[in-house]
């Protein structure tokens, strides 16, 4: 008899389950900065008195950027005196001897800081451009900022602080040269600008010109001598 043939297993088919599709998730709109009313987000000083001897600025219907921790942009009035904000309100009255500043549709903020800069250098800009680090310094800079005199450092350092004031920066740290540095933090404490500031201390180096290196010695005897002079000079450090 011929043999029976076993039939072939059949092989279960398995079912594919399709993989669920990940949720694209939507990006958050970001929330413009909304300018509110002040008595909502600061903690403000309200000074109501009319009658002052005081001589103050007041700023009416600014937008104030604040830098409180969450930077609110709120609408406020701020007053100013001797140099220093006294309060700030939504509504602040005019006092006998304010300066009233109509500030509608104008955006009061903090002044910015400059982190670098020399304002002896001020007006050799353009004068030296293309040029490696030390092919500028040896060069055009050092050169230029040794022909300096009282007059000139004057005229540079006011330069640097007009452009810098046009622009909103009202804080600076400054390096300076290393003779008639005088010349200089004179000029910024007329300005009334808050500087940061010192001379050059130099006492070796490749290329240096005669005017500009000193001693080790009276390098450090000249600094030490305009801190005794200079530090804490109308808003100069």
Do not use: Y
Not at 52 to 75: C, Q
Not at 97 to 113: E, H, Q, R, S, Y
Not at 131 to 159: C, G, K, M, V, Y
């Amino acid at each position: 008899a011929a043999p029976v043939k076993k039939a072939a297993k059949k092989t279960p088919v398995k079912k594919v389950v399709p993989a669920k599709a990940t949720p694209v998730k939507k990006t958050a709109k970001k929330t413009p900065a909304k300018v509110v009313s002040v008595e909502k987000t600061v903690t403000v000083t309200k000074n109501p008195v009319t009658k002052s001897s005081a001589k103050g600025t007041l700023i009416k219907g600014a937008t104030l950027v604040t830098m409180n921790l969450v930077r609110e942009i709120v609408k406020a009035d701020i007053r100013i005196v001797d140099g220093k904000i006294e309060s700030i309100a939504p509504t602040l009255r005019t006092r006998t001897n304010d300066t009233v500043v109509d500030a509608k549709g104008l955006t009061v903020f903090p002044g910015f800081i400059q982190l670098h800069a020399h304002f002896c250098q001020t007006i050799f800009r353009h004068m030296a451009e293309d040029l490696s680090l030390f092919d500028w310094l040896r060069q055009r800079i050092w050169p230029l900022e040794a022909a300096h005199n009282p007059a000139s450092l004057r005229a540079s350092t006011q330069l640097g602080i007009g452009e810098m004031l046009m622009s909103g920066t009202t804080t600076a740290f400054t390096m300076e040269t290393t003779h008639n540095t005088e010349e200089i933090f004179s000029t910024i404490i007329e300005s009334g600008m808050r500087c940061f500031t010192g001379k050059a201390m130099m006492d070796t180096g490749r290329g240096l010109p005669r005017k500009l290196k000193e001693t080790t010695r009276r390098s450090l005897d000249l600094a030490k001598k305009h801190l005794a002079n200079w530090d804490g000079k109308g808003n100069l450090k």
